[in-house]
C-alpha cells in the first residue's frame, strides 16, 4: 500500500476510534453520574450531590467531543466511515454536508444527545437551590436518561463504524433532504424533543423528594418554555418546509410524524398555562406534574414511531434495531410515572373546594380538558394504522377524522382564549368583569356579520375566523388599557412583562390561525395542460406559459418551465439527480404577498412543448409564517432577562463548589 494512502487508511481509524471511546467515556460518566446522584440525594450528601452533578458535565463534554469528530470527518469527507458514506457525497453543498450530522439515524442521536447534555448542565448550574433531594434526584434522572441513549449509540447505531474498504464517493443525500430547509428545521425540532427531558426530570424529582411546592415550577418553568418555543418554532418551520418542498399545495397532512411532534406540544402548552395557576392560586398541582410527565411519554413514544418505522410515514426512518429499545423505554418511563404519581398522590392534594367554574381557573381547567382531548383524538388517529394492523387489517384515517374529531374542541378552546383572560380569579360574579367580555364579543359579532354579508355559508369559518377576531380584540384592548397610562408606561411593561408577553403570543396565534383557516377554507386549485403561450386564470390571477428550458447544475439537472404572471417570472422545475440513481422532484415555484400566495408545480413537459402544471391559489399563507414569528418574540419579549421568582426556602442547600 502506498505510503500516503496507508496515511490516511491509519488517521481514518483513529478518527473513528477516538470518537467511538468518546461515546463510551460519555457512558461511564454518565451511568456513574446517575448512581451517585441517586444515591446522594436520598443521603442528602452535599458533597456527592456536586460530584454527580460535575461527572453529567464530563459526559456533555464528552458527547460534544464526539460531535466534533463525526463534524470534522462529515466536513472531510472521511469516507472510511459508514455514516459519511451513507448520508454526504463530494456533490453535496458544504452546509448540507455539515447538516449530515443530523440526517441520519445515528446521527441524529448524537445531536439528541448533545442538546440533552447541554441543557441539561445548564439546569443543573442552576439547580442548587432547590435542596439536596430534588437537585440529586433531577441529575439522577437526567443522567439516566442520557445514559439510555449513550447506550444506544455504544452498542446498536454508532455513527463511528468504520468501512472494510474506503469507497471514492458517498451515497449522497436525499434529494428532497437538498434544501436550505434543512438547515433549520430539523436541528430545532429534535432540540425541543430533547428539551422535554429537563421540565420531567425536575418534576419527577419533585415528587420523588416530597415536594410539590411550586418550587421546581419557577425553576424549570424558563426551561418548559425552551422546549415549547422550540417545538413551536420547528413545527412551523416543518409546516414551511413541507410546502416550500413537497409540492401538493399545503403544509400539515396530519402524518404521523407531523402528529407526534404535535401532541407533546399541546400537553406542554397546558403546563404553561395551568402552572401560572399554581403559582398564582397554588391549585392544579396534579395536573401541572401529570401534563409535565405526559409531555415526556409523548416525546418518547413519537421517537419510538420515528426511529422504529413501524407506522407509515414519508418522514420516518427505515425499520431498525432501535425501535424495540425506545419501545421499552417507554414502557420503564410509563410504569415508573405511573407508580410515582400514584405513590406520591397524598402529596398533590391541594385545596379542598372546587374550581369556581366561571372563572380564570375555571377557564384554565377547562382548556387543560379540552387540549387533552385534542391529545387523545391525535394520539388514537395515530396509532389506528399499528393497533388495527396487529387484528389483520390495517385502517388509516386521513385529514378529515382529525378535522371533525379535534376542530369543535379547538373553536371552544379559541373562545376560552378570547374569554378567559378577562375573567378574574376565582368567581367573576361583579358587573365589571363581565362588562370586560363586551370589546371581544362585539368584534366577534361584527366579523360574522361581515363574512355573511360576504356570502360566506362555511359553518366551520362562520365558527373558527369570529372568534380569532375575539381573541385579538382580547389582546389589543389589554395593550390599550396599558397605553393609557403612558406616563408609567416603561414600568408597567417591566414589571407585567409576562402578562403582555403572552398577549403578544396569544396574538401571534390569532394570525397563524386565520392564515390556516383561510388557506383552508378558500384554496383554489386548477390542473392545466398548456401550449407555449397558452394562459391559465384561477382566482383571478392570470399565468402565461411562455416555454421550457434544460439547465445543467452541479450535482443535477433541472427541466424549467417559465411561467409569466405580471412582471415576474415564476420557475417550476423538476430536478433530476443521475447520481442518485435518476431520483427526481419538484421544485415549486411560489409568488408571496400578504393576499395571496401563487403556487406553481411542474407536472412535466410532452414531446410538443406543452406542460402540466398544477396551479394553486392559497390565501393568507404567509399570516402562518408571520404569527409563528409573533408567538416567538411574545415568548422572547415576556421571559427574557425575567428573574426567576422566590421560591419557598430550604433547609439546606447545594453549594457552588465543593470545599477543598
Request: hydrophobic share 55%.
Amino acid at each position: 500500500m502506498p505510503v500516503p494512502l496507508l496515511h490516511d487508511a491509519v488517521h481514518a481509524v483513529i478518527l473513528g476510534y477516538f470518537g467511538a471511546g468518546a461515546l463510551l467515556s460519555a457512558l461511564v460518566m454518565g451511568g456513574f453520574s446517575a448512581v451517585l446522584s441517586f444515591w446522594a440525594g436520598s443521603r442528602e450528601n452535599a458533597v456527592m450531590v456536586q460530584v454527580g452533578r460535575r461527572a453529567f458535565y464530563a459526559a456533555a463534554a464528552m458527547i460534544a467531543i464526539a460531535g466534533g469528530v463525526l463534524e470534522w470527518a462529515l466536513l472531510g469527507h472521511d469516507f472510511s466511515l459508514a455514516y459519511v458514506t451513507e448520508h454526504t457525497d463530494l456533490s453535496t453543498p458544504t452546509a448540507l454536508v455539515a447538516a449530515g450530522f443530523y440526517g441520519g439515524q445515528e446521527g441524529s442521536l448524537l445531536y439528541w444527545a448533545l442538546v440533552l447534555g447541554v441543557l441539561g448542565s445548564v439546569s443543573l448550574v442552576a439547580s442548587a437551590s432547590l435542596g439536596l433531594k430534588m437537585a440529586g434526584y433531577a441529575a439522577g434522572l437526567m443522567a439516566a436518561i442520557l445514559s439510555f441513549f449513550l447506550v444506544v449509540l455504544v452498542l446498536v447505531a454508532s455513527p463511528f463504524d468504520l468501512l472494510s474498504i474506503t469507497p471514492p464517493d458517498g451515497l449522497g443525500l436525499n434529494p428532497v433532504l437538498r434544501d436550505g430547509g434543512m438547515l433549520i428545521h430539523p436541528p430545532v425540532v429534535l432540540a425541543g424533543f430533547a428539551s422535554f427531558a429537563i421540565p420531567f426530570c425536575f418534576a419527577s424529582a419533585a415528587l420523588l423528594a416530597g415536594r410539590p411546592d411550586s418550587a421546581w415550577i419557577a425553576h424549570t418553568r424558563r426551561f418548559a418554555l425552551i422546549a415549547w418555543s422550540l417545538q413551536t418554532t420547528g413545527l412551523v418551520l416543518g409546516m414551511w418546509w413541507a410546502y416550500h418542498v413537497l409540492g401538493w399545495g399545503g403544509y400539515w397532512g396530519w402524518d404521523p410524524v407531523e402528529n407526534v411532534a404535535l401532541m407533546p406540544w399541546l400537553a406542554t402548552t397546558a403546563y404553561l398555562h395551568s402552572s401560572m395557576v399554581q403559582e398564582t392560586r397554588g391549585r392544579l398541582r396534579a395536573w401541572n406534574f401529570g401534563l409535565v410527565i405526559l409531555a415526556f411519554l409523548l416525546v418518547v413514544f413519537g421517537t419510538f414511531i420515528v426511529r422504529s418505522g413501524v407506522v407509515p410515514s414519508v418522514h420516518t426512518f427505515a425499520i431498525s434495531a432501535i425501535g424495540p429499545w425506545f419501545l421499552g423505554l417507554l414502557f420503564v418511563c410509563i410504569v415508573f410515572s405511573v407508580v410515582l404519581l400514584a405513590t406520591r398522590s397524598s402529596v398533590l392534594g391541594g385545596h379542598t373546594q372546587p374550581v369556581a367554574p366561571v372563572s380564570r381557573e375555571g377557564a384554565f381547567v377547562l382548556q387543560n380538558l379540552l387540549l387533552i382531548g385534542v391529545v387523545a383524538v391525535v394520539f388514537w388517529g395515530t396509532i389506528l394504522p399499528l393497533v388495527s394492523g396487529m387484528f389483520g387489517q390495517q385502517r388509516v384515517v386521513g385529514a378529515s377524522y382529525f378535522e371533525r374529531a379535534a376542530g369543535p374542541l379547538l373553536v371552544v378552546i379559541l373562545a376560552l382564549m378570547a374569554a378567559g383572560p378577562l375573567l378574574p380569579w376565582r368567581r367573576a360574579a361583579r358587573l365589571p368583569s363581565w362588562r370586560a367580555l363586551i370589546w371581544p364579543g362585539v368584534t366577534a359579532l361584527i366579523t360574522l356579520a361581515a363574512l355573511l354579508v360576504a356570502g360566506v355559508s362555511s359553518i366551520p369559518a362562520l365558527l373558527t375566523l369570529p372568534l380569532v377576531a375575539g381573541v385579538a380584540a382580547t389582546c389589543l384592548t389589554q395593550y390599550a388599557r396599558l397605553s393609557q397610562g403612558w406616563k408609567n408606561l416603561p414600568t408597567s411593561l417591566k414589571r407585567r412583562r409576562r402578562r403582555y408577553g403572552a398577549y403578544l403570543a396569544h396574538l401571534g396565534l390569532a394570525v397563524l390561525v386565520t392564515g390556516i383557516g383561510a388557506s383552508h377554507f378558500w384554496q383554489q386549485e386548477k390542473d392545466v395542460t398548456l401550449a407555449p403561450g397558452q394562459q391559465v386564470t384561477v382566482a383571478g390571477y392570470t399565468l402565461t406559459y411562455a416555454g421550457s428550458e434544460q439547465r445543467q447544475l452541479s450535482d443535477h439537472t433541472e427541466l424549467v418551465a417559465l411561467m409569466l404572471f405580471g412582471d415576474a417570472t415564476l420557475e417550476p422545475a423538476r430536478a433530476t439527480y443521475a447520481g442518485l440513481g435518476g431520483q427526481s422532484l419538484t421544485h415549486v415555484a411560489i409568488n408571496t404577498t400578504p393576499v395571496a400566495d401563487v403556487y406553481v408545480v411542474l407536472a412535466g413537459v410532452g414531446a410538443d412543448g406543452s406542460a402540466s402544471f398544477s396551479v394553486f391559489v392559497n390565501p393568507l399563507v404567509s399570516w402562518i409564517w408571520a404569527g409563528g414569528a409573533i408567538i416567538i418574540f411574545g415568548v422572547l419579549l415576556g421571559n427574557l432577562g425575567e428573574r426567576a421568582p422566590a421560591v419557598e426556602a430550604v433547609r439546606r442547600r447545594v453549594p457552588a463548589s465543593v470545599p477543598g
